[in-house]
């Protein structure tokens, strides 16, 4: 097998994904920096899942993305592409190195012991997303706790739809241990066909958790200079408020927990509403006046 990054690739594109990556709500001056971010963090993700690569292998390859996005060498072409976009853009690597923490933890840590850890996690595989795209556009890092409450949610909402593939799979649980332990579930409840009653009490506290964040990232659209932005913004909170009520219902060993496309336009047409009338109502709220 080959061991260049490039064909390792599974296949799986940015219009594959749970959430909106580019879409055509964004400008398109800024669509090709990020989707070549995209490519070049589903590379080094490829890497990290690849069934047939071993642990050193994939921790060597991930340094080599490194290695090339830092100017040390050439040969791998979604690295030299986000180095370029890097340069013209004068935006430090800085969120592109974050992911690649994450995917070295992916590599050497299977499991999580608490809500904490995971946030932490999290920190490097969902936050460094959202504040790549909020430098591109040229946003205050004032939005950046709302951005990392949303980013973490989405992560978050990502486990618990895969949570039975990442073990059976690749051995990773990502559901904190302390949590299945006190719903009284064990990992591998995650082996069944359906989940145990208290593994879906765990699910559920989970995705009420997840909800929490989702809180605290309300205002985040509102927050956000850049109108188009803004949209795509409020369309993903829509979409992760749904997708966290439906993991609180459904159970994701027997059942899909994804949206299919109706849905996605329905909720889409929705958080657009909701979105707009969020910066309107904020625009029209009266600013207090100073005192005297």
Not at 189 to 209: G, I, S, V, Y
């Amino acid at each position: 097998m080959t061991s260049e990054p490039s064909a390792l690739r599974s296949g799986k594109g940015h219009r594959d994904e749970n959430f909106p990556v580019a879409s055509r709500l964004i400008h398109p001056r800024h669509r090709g920096p990020i989707l070549a971010f995209y490519n070049f963090v589903r590379t080094a993700d490829d890497i990290a899942d690849h069934a047939a690569l071993g642990e050193q292998e994939k921790l060597d390859l991930l340094q080599r993305l490194d290695a090339v996005l830092l100017g040390e060498r050439d040969d791998i072409p979604e690295a030299v592409a986000l180095r370029a976009v890097l340069q013209e853009r004068k935006l430090p690597p800085r969120h592109a190195q974050d992911l690649l923490t994450a995917f070295r933890m992916d590599v050497t840590k299977h499991r999580y012991r608490d809500w904490a850890e995971l946030m932490t996690y999290c920190s490097y595989s969902a936050m460094p997303v959202g504040r790549f795209v909020l430098d591109v556009h040229g946003e205050d890092r004032a939005t950046w706790p709302a951005n990392d409450a949303l980013c973490a949610a989405l992560q978050v909402i990502n486990h618990l739809q895969d949570c039975a593939d990442d073990y059976r799979q690749l051995d990773r649980v990502y559901l904190p241990l302390d949590a299945l332990a006190a719903a009284g579930a064990g990992v591998d409840d995650l082996a069944k066909p359906a989940a145990t009653a208290p593994l879906r009490q765990c699910l559920r506290e989970l995705a009420l958790r997840t909800g929490q964040l989702l809180d605290d990232s309300e205002a985040f659209s509102a927050q956000i200079k850049d109108f188009r932005l803004a949209m795509e913004v409020s369309v993903i909170q829509a979409l992760a408020r749904r997708l966290a009520g439906m993991l609180q219902a459904r159970d994701p060993l027997s059942q899909r927990v994804h949206l299919k496309a109706g849905g996605v336009a329905a909720v889409g047409v929705a958080g657009l509403y909701s979105g707009a009338m969020r910066r309107l109502r904020r625009r029209q709220s009266p600013t207090p006046s100073s005192s005297p």
